[in-house]
């Protein structure tokens, strides 16, 4: 059970870090930062952030691999991490992003993710 919560958190941080890795350079092009940069630099910004992320990703699949000793299967873990990264992308996209928004087939398409954890989970 501990296993399971540790891993969700740890998935939890390390797509924090995916989406600044991902999603960061254009924030700081939008605020005149990194407009300037070649896009070597933006590529090794962004794999800075990718480390933190990896950091967090590769302990979380490993405690929560059942192969491990942890409560979730590959493609358990997999569809986890779809769900997590795309609930903390929208989080953060909302807050960095505040001229994106969001349409009613956004919802729909994050309903059907909520409903492949629940289907990969089902017995």
Do not use: D, R
């Not at 390390?14 to 939008?30: D, E, P, R, V």
């Not at 960095?96 to 398409?109: P, T, Y």
């Amino acid at each position: 059970m501990l296993n399971g919560l540790y891993t969700i958190l740890l998935l939890i941080g390390s797509n924090i870090f995916m989406t600044l890795a991902w999603y960061g350079h254009l924030k700081l092009q939008q605020m005149n930062i990194s407009n300037s940069w070649p896009l070597w630099l933006v590529i090794l910004f962004s794999w800075g952030i990718a480390f933190f992320e990896y950091s967090l990703q590769v302990p979380a699949n490993k405690i929560g691999f059942v192969g491990n000793g942890g409560p979730y299967s590959l493609v358990q873990l997999k569809v986890i991490q779809e769900v997590v990264s795309l609930t903390v992308f929208t989080i953060i996209a909302s807050f960095m992003f505040q001229g994106e928004h969001l349409h009613w087939n956004h919802a729909a398409a994050f309903l059907c993710l909520v409903a492949a954890v629940y289907f990969v989970f089902w017995k």
